[in-house]
């Protein structure tokens, strides 16, 4: 562990990173039900109050100070993957993949479907899932916690335009988007394995359905899963139990639409 005097005299990226890499390591353990003496992140965060106005001071203290092993493992590695996209670097516009050869016109009307996009951390997957949404007629996509939004790069060299056509919205708090739906009348899905989770092959839709994803490597949130009022999953038939969240998107919102949405008309 770095003394304190040495801590200071690192850049702010090197300082940020070497909390970073301490919240994964903390993170892996928790999630793996080992031990781990967070004494190096505990002197860590009093040295950063040796600046002043330090970033994520608070958020490293939450973490922390949290006493419940799920939620204490979901806050480390959110706040993991902030300093590490705070500090990181964009795509540059010259990378970005362009297409010409898309109708301006869409080829039917929109469905009821809403999808939220829960701390997704890949720039490249929240893009492939808007160009889903875009392709398939999704009414809304909601964006919260950390899901990059779509003025990023990434989102933007893999949504390929569709980021222009789909109506999106950014809200902080999970809970907040789910309680204007539900007012609304929405159904509110989860896609995740266990909590007694159904097969999506067999499942009837209603039209105003709103079907959560998670975060890639964590999947919802504990607190999002208690709001949720049933849980789907597909049926895996290889040695994997998951699908990349872009693919699983995919899947969930086509499944929507041959069972519930308007009628598709075929280029």
Known sequence: MLSRAKFIKLKEITRYFRIA???????DCLLNRKTFDQNILEKYCLYLRDFNGQLFIEELSDVLNEKKI???AEKAHFLYHKI?????????????????????????EKTELVIILENLRSAHNVGSIIRSCECFGVKKLMLTGITPGPEKPGVIKTAMGSEKKVMISVTEK???AVKDLKESGYMIIAAETGYG????ENYSFV?????IFGNEEIGICSDTLKLCDDFLSIAMRGTKNSLNVSNCASVFIY????????AMTVS
């Open 255 to 262: 499944e929507y639409v041959r069972k519930c949405g308007v």
């Open 174 to 176: 999970t809970a907040d």
């Open 207 to 211: 039209p105003k359905t709103a079907i």
């Open 70 to 72: 799920r939620i204490k």
């Open 197 to 200: 989770s159904k097969d999506i």
């Open 21 to 27: 890499d301490e919240l994964q390591r903390l993170r």
């Open 84 to 108: 590490k996209d705070h500090f990181g670097f964009p795509v540059p516009a010259s990378k970005f993949i362009k297409s010409s050869n898309d109708s301006e016109q869409p080829r039917s």
